[in-house]
């Protein structure tokens, strides 16, 4: 008896130290778990989500996606139907718990065990959020300790309201939709916010199969289901019994999952917007498309439909040949419309920012802005005949010759030789101040492209892209270094926090000379101004003019591949190229060359159709004066032609055309009270 006595009281000594010691090990185990969890830190709570693009006005234009829907709402934002009915058939004692139901995971257990299978599971919210959004669904011991290490890291640094939130946003219901605004919008084709009770109990029924409980593929099983979610809902105090009645009999639409989608807006330009938000953000374009962003644009949708309208409009739809064309404010450098081909499904390739072409006599105001830089007026006269210009290293001379392959044989004055393109003036004027000067400019402007400082280059047979002229037009009429073409003006996340706002950027080792742009910028008015025609060439607007009805300034640009017309009013700056996709492709019908200015000269009527008229504002320091366009003297009053130009006032010519008393604008005008007014106002 003492014996027995002995061994029963050695073994519970034994087993007293065994549970201490396991009791110890447990409490060691839990904090040590607890430390890990902490010293991991909060997990993300979000996965992909589609990135939304909002137009100027702040209406949706599109969405980005990455693998599949996901949109992100507040739970404030969310019905309290759906909360409770995914409560109630989840997880009810949620908000009670620390991320495991231990009371329900006995249940479960007993049950599995009595019926010998895996029949129920015991999963929280947090543990089913903790596995949708970091791990597989392995059925591995690994990937369950994982996903519980998971679950306490949400339950540690978040409140029950967040982890709720981060569930309902990205719980599978099926058919691509992942979290509940996707699955709402697919299924409702309406906002979560709007869902009835029958259509959120609805709902909260599919992610426990989303195949077998869609009520697309199975609406029988669906309907059961809804009707348990329903009277969980009543038993646990949810809604009252007459509220489940209604809802069983209430009637419940779908929305057709096959009906068309609405033709994409302004995809090129959308395009162009993840390209620049990437740029902006330091991220992929795949981070952008599906991190959830909110992205405002400056897109005009009006400016999108007439750019789109006047290209169809002029291009026959059978014609291989592409086009690429913008709008911008030049006010602001905002770009309102873009497109980079005839049509984006047959071709995303992006003609308006990814390809580089020669840009032409376009380039033309770079290089008389640079002239004047260098002690040249718009009326410095060079004679226009057939030359040869030796080239260093070459022992060909180059020999440009004009469009129609006329000269002058004569001086004309460079306001003359901008409107009818003389190609002989741009190139002595080019060799005169040294091509090096151009090619600083073009980088001051913007193009930082590494160019050759040959002859050639004043004629544009080096390659820009359509975005790069747009942006370097537009610091050119506005006279200043910060305008920049962009599509980009504001990015938030998807709780609201603002990432990014525009704001221009002033770059001093860039300035512009607001006096020589503003020079530059008014003669290129005189394309349009039959007044600078020539004996040889008519200004180069001549085929347009009849279209106009107010004051622009641009200019047009041709090689043999290559077709420009880039052009401006005080309010709006637009461009367009046109060309064929093989680089070496030469544009040989007559409509070729044609095609550029119309669709500028019809898209820009229609952009200014409903402003009021805007006038071009010399800065201080310039002097209006009109001058005789063929022998660049001040025009006096039996001069037969005049152009008025503006000037420093040094460089006004001494000489007078058809008299000794010149047309000043300042003194013509100076005894016109309005004008005194003006010129105050502005001075």
């Known amino acids: 008896m003492r014996s027995l006595f002995k061994r029963t009281y050695k073994w519970g000594k034994r087993g007293f130290k065994l549970a201490l010691f396991g009791l110890i090990a447990g409490v060691v185990l839990t904090i040590g778990v607890l430390i890990a969890a902490v010293i991991q830190g909060p997990p993300s709570l979000t996965t992909e989500q589609n990135t939304v693009f909002y137009g100027s006005d702040?209406?949706?234009?599109?969405?980005?996606?990455?693998?599949?829907?996901?949109?992100?709402?507040?739970?404030?934002?969310?019905?309290?139907?759906?909360?409770?009915?995914?409560?109630?058939?989840?997880?009810?004692?949620?908000?009670?718990?620390?991320?495991?139901?231990?009371?329900?995971?006995?249940?479960?257990?007993?049950?599995?065990?009595?019926?010998?299978?895996?029949?129920e599971g015991a999963s929280t919210i947090t543990q089913q959020y903790a596995r949708n959004l970091y791990l597989s669904h392995d059925k591995t011991w690994t990937r369950k300790l994982h996903e519980a290490m998971y679950a306490l890291r949400l339950e540690i640094f978040y409140n029950k309201d967040e982890i709720l939130e981060g569930y309902l946003n990205t719980i599978y219901y099926g058919h691509g939709a992942y979290g509940v605004e996707a699955a709402s919008r697919y299924y409702f084709d309406k906002n979560a916010e709007e869902l009835s009770l029958k259509e959120a109990?609805?709902?909260?029924?599919?992610?426990?199969?989303?195949?077998?409980?869609?009520?697309?593929?199975?609406?029988?099983?669906?309907?059961?289901?809804?009707?348990?979610?329903?009277?969980?809902?009543?038993?646990?105090?949810?809604?009252?019994?007459?509220?489940?009645?209604?809802?069983?009999?209430?009637?419940?639409?779908?929305?057709?999952?096959?009906?068309?989608?609405?033709?994409?807006?302004?995809?090129y330009f959308q395009d162009q917007v993840v390209t620049e938000a990437a740029g902006i953000l330091d991220v992929s374009r795949e981070e952008i498309e599906s991190g959830g962003f909110?992205?405002?644009?400056?897109?005009?949708?009006?400016?999108?439909?007439?750019?789109?309208?006047?290209?169809?409009?002029?291009?026959?739809?059978?014609?291989?040949?592409?086009?690429?064309?913008?709008?911008?404010?030049?006010?602001?450098?905002?770009?309102?419309?873009?497109?980079?081909?005839?049509?984006?499904?047959?071709?995303?390739?992006?003609?308006?920012?990814?390809?580089?072409?020669?840009?032409?006599?376009?380039?033309?105001?770079?290089?008389?802005?640079?002239?004047?830089?260098?002690?040249?007026?718009?009326?410095?006269?060079?004679?226009?005949?057939?030359?040869?210009?030796?080239?260093?290293?070459?022992?060909?001379?180059?020999?440009?010759?004009?469009?129609?392959?006329?000269?002058?044989?004569?001086?004309?004055?460079?306001?003359?030789?901008?409107?009818?393109?003389?190609?002989?003036?741009?190139?002595?004027?080019?060799?005169?101040?040294?091509?090096?000067?151009l090619v600083r400019t073009l980088q001051d402007f913007g193009i930082d492209k590494q160019f050759k400082p040959n002859p050639s280059l004043a004629l544009g047979y080096s390659s820009v892209s359509l975005l790069d002229m747009v942006t370097a037009y537009g610091k050119l009429v506005q006279g200043t270094e910060s305008i920049s073409g962009h599509t980009v003006s504001k990015i938030t996340d998807q709780h609201g926090s603002v990432l990014y706002e525009y704001e221009p950027v002033y770059d001093k080792g860039k300035a512009i000379d607001k006096k020589t742009a503003f020079a530059v910028t008014h003669m290129m008015t005189g394309m349009f101004d039959s007044g600078l025609n020539a004996n040889y060439a008519d200004v180069t607007g001549s085929p347009i003019n009849g279209k106009l009805t107010r004051m622009y300034g641009g200019k047009s640009g041709t090689t043999d591949t290559d077709?420009?017309?880039?052009?401006?009013?005080?309010?709006?700056?637009?461009?367009?190229?046109?060309?064929?996709?093989?680089?070496?492709?030469?544009?040989?019908?007559?409509?070729?060359?044609?095609?550029?200015?119309?669709?500028?000269?019809?898209?820009?009527?229609?952009?200014?159709?409903?402003?009021?008229?805007?006038?071009?504002?010399?800065?201080?320091?310039?002097?209006?004066?009109?001058?005789?366009?063929?022998?660049?003297?001040?025009?006096?009053?039996?001069?037969?032609?005049?152009?008025?130009?503006?000037?420093?006032?040094?460089?006004?010519?001494?000489?007078?055309?058809?008299?000794?008393?010149?047309?000043d604008v300042e003194e013509e005008f100076k005894n016109d009270p309005w004008f005194k007014d003006v010129v105050d106002w502005f001075f």
Request: glycine share 6%; charged share 25%.
């Open 58 to 119: 702040g209406e949706i234009i599109g969405e980005d996606q990455g693998a599949e829907e996901r949109y992100w709402i507040d739970i404030d934002d969310m019905p309290e139907s759906l909360k409770d009915a995914t409560l109630a058939i989840e997880d009810r004692r949620f908000y009670n718990h620390f991320g495991f139901d231990f009371k329900r995971i006995a249940g479960a257990a007993l049950t599995d065990l009595k019926q010998m299978r895996m029949a």
């Open 201 to 267: 109990s609805m709902l909260a029924g599919i992610p426990k199969g989303p195949s077998y409980y869609s009520p697309l593929d199975n609406e029988e099983n669906a309907e059961e289901r809804q009707e348990l979610i329903l009277t969980e809902m009543e038993n646990n105090g949810y809604i009252t019994p007459s509220e489940k009645e209604a809802a069983v009999t209430a009637s419940i639409t779908y929305a057709d999952p096959d009906k068309s989608e609405e033709k994409e807006i302004a995809p």
């Open 294 to 437: 909110h992205i405002h644009t400056t897109l005009k949708e009006d400016h999108q439909n007439i750019l789109e309208e006047k290209v169809k409009k002029n291009i026959p739809a059978e014609e291989e040949i592409q086009v690429a064309a913008a709008v911008m404010d030049d006010q602001t450098g905002a770009i309102t419309a873009m497109i980079g081909g005839k049509d984006y499904e047959e071709s995303p390739y992006n003609r308006a920012t990814q390809a580089e072409r020669p840009v032409g006599s376009t380039i033309k105001p770079f290089l008389y802005y640079a002239a004047l830089q260098e002690g040249y007026s718009p009326v410095t006269m060079i004679e226009s005949k057939p030359t040869e210009f030796e080239v260093s290293g070459k022992s060909e001379p180059y020999a440009p010759t004009n469009f129609n392959g006329k000269f002058a044989d004569k001086p004309i004055t460079m306001a003359q030789a901008l409107a009818i393109s003389d190609n002989i003036y741009a190139v002595s004027t080019h060799m005169d101040i040294g091509p090096e000067k």
């Open 563 to 663: 077709s420009w017309m880039v052009g401006f009013s005080p309010q709006y700056l637009s461009a367009v190229w046109i060309g064929y996709d093989e680089g070496g492709k030469v544009l040989e019908d007559f409509n070729d060359h044609r095609y550029a200015k119309n669709i500028w000269a019809d898209t820009m009527e229609a952009v200014h159709e409903p402003l009021p008229e805007a006038s071009f504002i010399p800065p201080p320091g310039l002097k209006g004066v009109y001058i005789d366009p063929d022998t660049g003297a001040l025009s006096g009053p039996n001069c037969p032609k005049e152009r008025l130009v503006y000037m420093e006032k040094a460089a006004i010519p001494d000489d007078v055309c058809g008299g000794d008393d010149s047309k």
